[in-house]
């Protein structure tokens, strides 16, 4: 059995991940209210996608708030990738599980 | 890992992906604004069919409507603007390009045949052809956004259809009461249904 990748594995960076592949990056008021997460559950996980080197973030200032957004990177993107091959094979029956 | 976690992780990234993939920036008050805009150059033509010169008329219906879509559409795309800054996003998203590839043969064939329809002096067909064409953006819309868009986009559908069918039988509509039928057509559809659409999305969706 391959590994898996447990930075991903997890029910809420999993969500976060699916999120920015499809739109490439968004902000952390729509990933918020998207995923229905709390502020502090949003931070950690973003956090610990953005330490993998999955994502990245970047600060900026809309008036005197601060703008957050969360961009996914071509290695977010291939370990997304990798992951959802990995389901699939599970599924598939082609990976002992 | 197991299977049936497996399955559960796929059906996780299905969810997400598919509601990240709508498009949700829609505005019911643009709906409204632009019926009234439509009223508003419904009005004009109205004025025109009885005030300018035939030779005349062509340029005032493409004058008018142009300026009726235009300004339709920058109030569209600033109500969608402000509907995204509300969560602090953009309007720019994925979703919107799709909905805009969506949308694209039904507006470009209504506009070629409408084009034609007006160059051969078929004036009275052309409600009817916008109709059809924006019905189909909105039904090809629709598999993007809410349900409402596609079932909006099948009542222009019908409405143009019938509109185009009755105008074709001269054998049983008077001549003289075409254009009325056409120019209450043009008011319903882009007046009327507008009005309605946009009244029920906002106080559906809240937007």
Request: charge should be neutral; include cysteine; charged fraction near 15%.
């Amino acid at each position: 059995m391959r590994e898996i990748d447990e930075a991903i594995h997890q029910k809420t960076r999993l969500a976060i991940m699916a999120h920015l592949a499809v739109v490439g990056e968004t902000d952390f008021l729509t990933l918020r209210k998207i995923l229905s997460l709390t502020d502090g559950n949003l931070s950690v996980h973003s956090a610990i996608l953005e330490e993998k080197g999955f994502i990245e973030t970047e600060k900026t200032f809309v008036g005197k708030k601060t703008r957050t957004v969360y961009r996914i990177t071509p290695t977010g993107r291939k370990a997304f990738q990798a992951y959802v091959t990995e389901l699939e094979s599970i599924l598939r029956g082609i990976i002992d599980p | 890992m197991k299977k049936s976690q497996a399955e559960e992780d796929i059906q996780i990234i299905r969810e997400v992906m598919e509601r990240s993939a709508r498009y949700t920036h829609f505005s019911g008050l643009s709906g409204v604004l632009s019926g009234i805009l439509a009223l508003i150059g419904c009005a004009i033509t109205y004025w025109v069919n009885f005030n300018i010169s035939e030779l005349q008329q062509n340029n005032w219906y493409a004058l008018t409507w142009s300026s009726v879509l235009i300004a339709a559409i920058a109030e569209d795309l600033m109500l969608a603007q402000r509907n995204a800054q509300k969560n602090g996003g953009s309007i720019w998203v994925p979703a919107t390009y799709q909905v805009m590839k969506a949308i694209f043969p039904g507006v470009f064939v209504a506009f070629v045949i409408s084009l034609t329809a007006m160059l051969e002096g078929a004036l009275d067909a052309i409600p009817g052809v916008w109709a059809l064409g924006y019905g189909a953006a909105l039904c090809a819309a629709g598999m993007f956004t809410v349900k409402e868009v596609w079932v909006y986009g099948i009542i222009q559908l019908i409405t143009g259809s019938a509109s185009l069918l009755v105008l074709s039988q001269p054998a049983i509509i008077p001549r003289e009461i075409v254009p009325i039928i056409s120019f209450s057509q043009l008011a319903l559809s882009f007046g009327i249904y507008q009005i309605v659409f946009g009244l029920w999305m906002t106080r559906k969706y809240r937007k």
